[in-house]
């Protein structure tokens, strides 16, 4: 493969590195990490799912004594089990991008040298 | 083994069991990869993660419903992403899918309305209209590729197109995509040898044809083929 090839190789595979990081991104801003917490007001017992958004920590109301737990926990625990892999792909890509990026630009110098 | 092959094999395979191979025909660089497992090409440095496939008439496959290649998709752990400024749409690994890596998009012929991107019901995925598909589509083998029949261009087509192709790049680094392309196409073009390409090249005629003797007399400049 020449130089121009593998440039443009690349540049192709940053692109598209970016393409799926902004995903991820998105994915991730939508799908917060989640948990549940219950409060017992005057013997009844409330659930609440707990997750931050942005720099906020927000509670959204899940129900109440007949809410059925096990069912929710199952749920949530399959969403966070795929946002814990969306982050270590985030993570993944990222160093892959920065790898890709240094051989874009020492591949860039030579072609210019030649 | 290339890179990605056994995502590539997946993929296929599931495609065929769903029966939307019939439907489609593998373009772009991954047809080198089908046919070195066929014909006597040298060893060349594979370089993409991007699969195209054309649609063969995709005005058949309007109606829905028909194959669910979506959903497909979805279930192998691909996700639709479309363009920021076109409708255009390909497949990228889902932020949850850890050991995919190819992105997949779906080109076929521009017809007299059809310009833009559209919506397939069909097949429930979009297709984006590319120039010059037709010549690929019109000379079409079937390859067995991992006990999978793969339609693709014949190797000759598939050059002279590659080689007119590489003068329709636009852009940022339009002459190193062109050489990007040259080079694919040199390693069909070594194998068969430049008086079979040529000879095929009869069967084309108006701008594709003078597309690819401009990019033909770079290459004879370039690699003194």
Same mark, same amino acid.
């Given at each position: 493969m020449g130089l121009e090839a593998n440039i443009v190789y690349l540049e192709e595979e940053i692109a598209n590195l970016q393409e799926r990081i902004a995903v991820i991104l998105n994915f991730l801003q939508n799908n917060p990490s989640a948990s549940i917490y219950c409060r017992n007001i005057k013997g009844k017992v409330y659930y609440y799912k707990k997750y931050r958004q942005g720099s906020k920590s927000v509670s959204k109301f899940f129900g109440? #004594? #007949?809410?059925d737990l096990a069912g929710a926990l199952k749920k949530l625990k399959a969403e966070n089990e795929k946002v814990q892999k969306a982050k270590e792909q985030l993570a993944r890509l990222k160093k892959e991008i920065l790898a890709l990026k240094k051989q874009a630009k020492i591949a860039r110098k030579a072609f210019e040298h030649v | 083994m290339f890179e990605f092959e056994k995502e590539f094999v997946g993929l296929l395979n599931e495609f065929q069991h769903k029966g939307a191979l019939e439907h489609l025909v593998l373009i772009g660089s991954w047809c080198l990869v089908v046919y070195r497992e066929h014909y006597p090409i040298r060893r060349f440095t594979f370089t993409t993660s991007d699969v195209d496939f054309s649609i063969h008439r995709p005005r058949d496959l309007r109606?829905?419903?028909?194959?669910?290649l979506q959903e497909s998709l979805t279930k192998l752990g691909y996700v639709p992403k479309s363009g920021i400024l076109s409708k255009a749409e390909k497949y990228i690994p889902a932020?949850?899918?850890?050991a995919k890596s190819l992105s997949i998009e779906f080109l076929c012929e521009p017809g007299r309305n059809v310009v833009e991107p559209f919506l397939l019901p069909g097949l429930g995925i979009v297709a984006n209209p590319i120039p010059y598909q037709k010549i690929l589509l019109e000379n079409c083998i079937t390859l067995i590729y991992r006990r999978i029949p793969v339609q693709l261009p014949r190797p000759a087509v598939w050059t002279i197109h590659k080689i007119a192709i590489s003068q329709l790049r636009k852009g940022r680094d339009s002459e190193l995509k062109m050489i990007k392309d040259m080079e694919n196409a040199l390693v069909v073009l070594n194998w068969l040898g430049k008086e079979k390409i040529l000879l095929e090249t009869d069967n084309f005629k108006g701008k594709f044809k003078k597309l690819f003797l401009e990019g033909l007399k770079i290459m004879e400049e370039k690699y003194e083929i």
């Open positions: 109440s #004594s #007949s809410f | 109606r829905s419903p028909g194959i669910a932020p949850d899918s850890i």
